[in-house]
Nanobody, 126 residues
Framework: QVHLAQSGGGLVQTGGSLRLSCAAS????????MGWFRQAPGKEREGVSC????????YYANSVKGRFTISRDKAKNTVFLQMDSLKPEDTAVYYC???????????????????WGQGTQVTVSS
């Protein structure tokens, strides 16, 4: 059974940093493609970033480009989202997810994501 365990998040002031982690289990033998999404109250879910299973392809939404960095530890099938220069508009529940096609050389946040983490709250105070 596929399971995504998220950690990190919390409360930070504007300009601060946070790091989110997402550890995937239950996919023995696969290094997975993974995406990060967020949803703020009253807003639609937004695809923030993704990284291919090879690590060779990454994507960032324009709203976070230059401030967020996605990376991975292949050995542990864990993906990280380093969030710097945080703004109040980054406040949301953040989710990691794995697409239905779990591995590949590319990633797209518009793909069909099948497995989801439990979500973690990120709050940026002004």
């Amino acid at each position: 059974q596929v399971h995504l365990a998220q950690s990190g998040g919390g409360l930070v002031q504007t300009g601060g940093s946070l790091r989110l982690s997402c550890a995937a289990s239950g996919l023995t033998g696969y290094v997975v493609t993974m995406g990060w999404f967020r949803q703020a109250p009253g807003k639609e879910r937004e695809g923030v970033s993704c990284i291919s299973s090879t690590g060779g392809t990454t994507y960032y939404a324009n709203s976070v480009k230059g401030r967020f960095t996605i990376s991975r530890d292949k050995a542990k099938n864990t993906v990280f989202l380093q969030m710097d220069s945080l703004k109040p508009e980054d406040t949301a529940v953040y989710y990691c997810a794995i697409p239905a096609v779990v591995a590949g050389t590319s990633c797209r946040v518009r793909d069909d994501y099948k497995y989801w983490g439990q979500g973690t709250q990120v709050t940026v105070s002004s």
